[in-house]
């Protein structure tokens, strides 16, 4: 049967991935984030429906089927599973038994009875001292995972019906084949055991405990509204506790003997299924394994009661322990023996589920990409639902799983997205900032263009007289010394006003190749060095060539040296440093001196900003020396620390230049604002 009798209510669905690590069969695929049950894989044992604590799992439905068999022709008879005192805790016997009846249905057997036929076949089986061993088939989640995964075991399972089934069968007996039969129980499973080809038509429908609740809802059924009835004859027996564990061995009064080890009883998803290996390796020792998928029938899916396991243990033994003091064991016997030669037995086929694993290389590979890159990686948490994470490998390698379900290294792959994310943030902030720097930098060329257009010519006029007025006046003259005090000043006013000019004008780039180790050592040649500062000159390029402006980075540099040796007043270390890789090239200049504090380091490149006294500076190095980086397309960084409590204070710029550009003109980033008249 490959439609799923489980599937996923999708919206449900939180992506826990708890239904993949309780499947024993692992027929959970997760695809796009979402949950799906492969009808093929599936066993129907109900674990991953108990364990979804969102209700994402559906059980597929069979009140339809039962209303439809109710309205029809044939009479219905109902079997109730023993486990049914652990669900309708809150309902006599009697009173449930007349509420099935109410419905419609002409018989109600207790499929205890069945069970004492079962627990009958299989002690015939293990009296026969033949040497086969054989695995219990009461459990069809059992039968099924077997008949998927361990193919090879198919002729170990002990030919025998299940309790369900043959009680079926006794029905028919009695009643005659005119009838139909419907289970209700706590296994999810017995839907799937039902709609086998192999014993198609035994059971015409199976409905859970929560579905006969529906079913009395619907009918608008009570317990205070009906007559007490008890169960149609034949009456169980021991047959009673088989829903709880190592209840069929007690049922059939065989020995789980520790001494012999010919016996072996386990129930729960851990230890039955650990069990089932062991006795396909031949490990086991066992002529009988008597397995339980769930831990006991009363812990099936099929049943919602609140109750713990040992609670629900002892309504059904409470129960059943009555029914055998009650029992008419005379009609007992005569039922046995009635149905003695009742056919109990079954046929099992192989439904090989399989996979094989993947090549080492591919496993390998599945796990680099999982970020399994050695050993030490493979941290086997088990947040996707795998035991290992070579299992996991495998579960994707086999479409069951994706790779997104590594937990650790989904949260590997958010850090490092999320440092991309800063890094581009941080990017973007450099960039708005530049950006804004160079719209400041572009309006205030424009107003300092049109200031010294404005200003130069009065102010050549007023330097050209006041040095006319200082040559004819005499050495001893009284206003001589104003006139000197004019000149200089105009002087200085002319340089200003040079400097604007120079800011605000169109500069182009021309490019030459230049040995730029020659070139800072020629520079520094020229530059005068104090001698209470110390020179130092780093060459780390081992290939010094780039394309670049000599005279324009030449005024650059000189005014990098400057600021550097003006930031020294009493002394200190000057350092320069060339370096770079195949792409670029980079000059940092470093100095010892008392370093920019922290609140004019956004600043330093504003024209007119300066921290130098009066007449000592224009406050236009930095903001020219700007210009003409990002003319290179290149950039300047600072590095500075002004608190001598945090370490040794300095300052250190870097240019960093591309070594060559393939077309200036194509893109050659444009000055602060072209000018076309006259200067002066």
Known sequence: MTTALI???????????????????????????????????????????????QQAKRVAQSIDRVDHLLAGKLPVAACLAPSFPAEFTDIPYGQLVGMIRALGFARVHEVSFGADLVARQYRRLLADRNARRFIATSCPAIVGYVERYHPELVGALAPIVSPMIAMARAVRHLAGEAI??????????????????????????????????????????????????????????????????????QTADIQEDLMTGEVVATEGRIHTFEAIREFAAGDLGARLLEALCCEGCIMG??????????????????????????????AWNQAMADLDSLDLR?????????????????????????????????????????????EHAIAIYK?????????????????????????????????????????????????????????NNPLGVVLMYAHLLLDESSPDAETREDLQLIAEQADRCKKIVAGLLHFARQNRVIRAESNICDMVDRLLKVVQIPRNVSLRVNHELNNPAAQVDRD?????????????????????????????????????????????????????????????????????????????????????????????????????????????????????????????????
């Open 7 to 53: 599937t996923t209510v999708k919206e449900r669905c939180r992506m826990c991935y708890t239904c993949v690590r309780e499947c024993p069969a692992k027929a959970i695929r997760i695809f796009d984030g979402q949950a799906e049950v492969v009808g093929a894989r599936c066993i129907a044992c109900g674990n991953c429906v108990r364990v979804c604590s």
């Open 180 to 249: 139909a039969v419907v289970f209700i129980g706590p296994c999810i499973a017995k839907k799937a055991e039902a709609d086998s080809p192999l014993l198609s038509g035994e059971v015409s429908a199976v409905v859970t405990f929560p579905e006969l609740r529906s079913i009395f809802a619907r009918g608008g059924v009570e317990s205070s509204q009906v007559e007490p009835s008890d169960f149609d004859p034949p009456h169980g027996a021991v047959g009673g506790v088989f829903p709880i564990g190592r209840g069929m061995l």
């Open 301 to 330: 899916a099929g049943i919602n009661s609140d109750l713990p396991l040992f609670n629900r243990r002892r309504h059904v033994r409470l129960f059943a322990a009555e029914r055998v003091r009650q029992l008419d064991t005379q």
């Open 346 to 390: 079954r046929r099992f086929e192989p439904n090989d589920q399989r996979v094989a694993p993947p090549a080492d290389e591919t496993l390998a590979r599945i796990l680099r990409r999982l970020g399994k890159h050695s050993i030490e990686d493979e941290l086997n948490c088990g947040a996707c639902g795998y035991e290992s994470c070579r």
């Open 399 to 455: 479409g069951l799983a994706e790779h997104e379900m590594c937990l650790p290294n989904t949260i590997d792959q958010l850090r490092i997205a999320l440092k991309e994310v800063e890094q581009s943030k941080e990017q973007l902030a450099s960039a708005q900032e530049a950006l804004m720097h160079s719209e400041k930098l572009a309006s205030m060329g424009q107003l300092a263009a049109g200031i010294a257009h404005e200003v």
């Open 552 to 680: 324009q980075l030449g005024q650059v540099l000189t005014n990098l040296v400057s600021n550097a040796i003006a930031a020294m007043p009493g002394g200190g270390k000057l350092t320069v440093r060339t370096a770079g890789d195949t792409e670029r090239v980079s000059i940092s200049v470093t100095d010892t001196g008392c370093g920019i504090p922290e609140e004019n380091r956004q600043k330093i490149f504003e024209p007119f900003f300066t921290t130098k006294h009066i007449g000592k500076g224009t406050g236009l190095g930095l903001a020219v020396s700007y210009g003409i980086v990002k003319m290179h397309r290149g950039d300047i960084q600072v590095e500075s620390n002004a608190d001598p409590n945090t370490g040794p204070t300095g300052t250190t710029f870097t240019l960093i230049l591309p070594r060559d550009v393939a077309d200036d003109s194509a893109d050659e980033p444009k000055g602060l604002l072209e000018t076309d008249g006259e200067e002066g």
